[in-house]
Structure formats: structure tokens, C-alpha cells
């Protein structure tokens, strides 16, 4: 094998969706040794602002502020995400490639098609990926891989009004995870172009700071992200489980 596999990968439709959900967490996790990946499933080609190459600079910028070992953006159409075959078996190759024992996938609802696609996407190529009669890496024009299949799966919830299930303390991390998004200038930076549906700089900040804030509160810490788990936890100590109930 070329590279060590990753502990975990964060999969998402569009570059800047991982720095918004979950950027924190995925810097956490870097900084305590973690091998880390991200996987966009597209370029970013129908952004109002920004050409698909001011994205993938962007996105490599906020990759290495994230602490980032691995990042790639599918040829997905952006706007287009599609549950197809074709795009399973895409996704079902960066899983063999990368191994990860983690896949953090966008919530299954929202506003954005290609948020919610990506998540029912995102869960069934981890399944393939799995399958030993599966050849992905031929499908998808490449040499064949061995089966893989993530030990976890977690949601990012923060797109979408959900009670999470668990939320992870980014307070020390809050001001990087900022900066990551902030690297996408042609995005967010003030400008002209895309001004009266895109907030301004100041107004990012303090959307974004509300946010971590709430879900910082629900945990009691200053900030954090929520995530949902479809299993129910595993406990063996009921005296070390954190959040005080009362
Ligand atoms: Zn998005």
C-alpha cells in the first residue's frame, strides 16, 4: 500500500461544506495524532463567485490549516449530485484507497440536494466498498483494490436543525476552524459579485460563532459541532459520562 490509511475521512458535496460542519473536529482530531482526509464530491464549477480553480486553490489552503494529510475533489457536477452506480463506485475507490476507519457524511436532510444526496451516497459506497466481489478499483478505471469498509460512521448535523447525539469540544480549536473557512476568499471575503444573497465578512463571523456556541452550550463548553450516530452508545462507567444533567 502507498499511504498509511486514514483514521478518518470527512466526505461532503462541496469544498468549504467539511470547514462549515466540521472543520473543528477534523483539526481536533489532526492534532491529536489522527491521520485526517477530506473528499469533496465536486469542483465547485457553479459557485456564483470563484472559478472551479480559485476553489481548489482555496480548498488546499484551508486543507493545510485544518492539518489536513489527504484532500481530493471528485468530477462530480456540482449541483448535480446523483446517487448513480457510476458516482458509488467513484466513492467506493477513495474508500478502498484511504481506508478510513471514520467517515464523517453530511446529514441525510436538508435544504441543499447535493447535501442530502451526499449523504445517502456517502453511506451506500461505504457499503460496496465492503463487498469482496466488488471490483471498484476496475470499474472505476484503476488497478483493484482490496474490500474496506469504515468501522464508524457519523453525520455532521450542523446544516440542518437536528438534535444531535453527541457534540465535540472545538473551543480551543474555533479560531483556525475560522481562518479555514476564511481561506475561501473568492467565497467569503466582501465583494461585489453574489452581494445580496452572500453575507458580508463580519456577519460570517458571528453566524458562525452563534452556531458553535449553541452547540458549545448543549455540551458545556464555549464551542462545539454536533454529529449524530445512528447506533445508541456503549457505556461502561456511568460515573466518568460527560454533561452534567442538572
Ligand atoms: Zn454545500
Redesign the pocket.
Known amino acids: 500500500m502507498s499511504t498509511p490509511p486514514l483514521d478518518i475521512l470527512a466526505l ?3 469544498r ?2 467539511v470547514e ?1 460542519t466540521c472543520g473543528g473536529t477534523m483539526l481536533k482530531m489532526a492534532q491529536r495524532g489522527h491521520r485526517t482526509g477530506i473528499l469533496d464530491l465536486t469542483q465547485g464549477e457553479m459557485g456564483t463567485r470563484g472559478s472551479a480553480e480559485d476553489r481548489a486553490r482555496e480548498a488546499a489552503d484551508a486543507a493545510k490549516i485544518l492539518c489536513t494529510s489527504w484532500r481530493q475533489a471528485l468530477d462530480i457536477p456540482d449541483g448535480r449530485v446523483e446517487n448513480t452506480w457510476e458516482n458509488r463506485l467513484k466513492v467506493a475507490r477513495v474508500i478502498r484507497e484511504q481506508r478510513p476507519r471514520v467517515v464523517i457524511l453530511p446529514y441525510w436532510k436538508g435544504r ?1 440536494p ?2 442530502y444526496t451526499a449523504s445517502v451516497l456517502g453511506y451506500e459506497a461505504c457499503f460496496l466498498s465492503g463487498l469482496a466481489k466488488l471490483g471498484a478499483g476496475a470499474a472505476a478505471g484503476g488497478s483493484e483494490l482490496p474490500p474496506h469498509r469504515p468501522f464508524k460512521i457519523v453525520y455532521a448535523t450542523l ?1 440542518y436543525d437536528v438534535r444531535p447525539t453527541f457534540v465535540v469540544d472545538i473551543t480551543e480549536q474555533f479560531e483556525t476552524r475560522l481562518q479555514s473557512l476564511m481561506a475561501y476568499k473568492s467565497q467569503f471575503s466582501d465583494q461585489e459579485a453574489g452581494k445580496g444573497i452572500f453575507p458580508a465578512e463580519a456577519e460570517i463571523r458571528s453566524r458562525v460563532e452563534a452556531m458553535a456556541r449553541f452547540y458549545g452550550m448543549l455540551g458545556g463548553v464555549t464551542y462545539a459541532e454536533p454529529f449524530l450516530q445512528k447506533e445508541v452508545g456503549l457505556v461502561e462507567d456511568l460515573t466518568v459520562i460527560p454533561v452534567k444533567s442538572i
Open positions: 461532503a458535496a462541496h468549504d461544506d462549515q441543499h447535493d447535501h446544516y
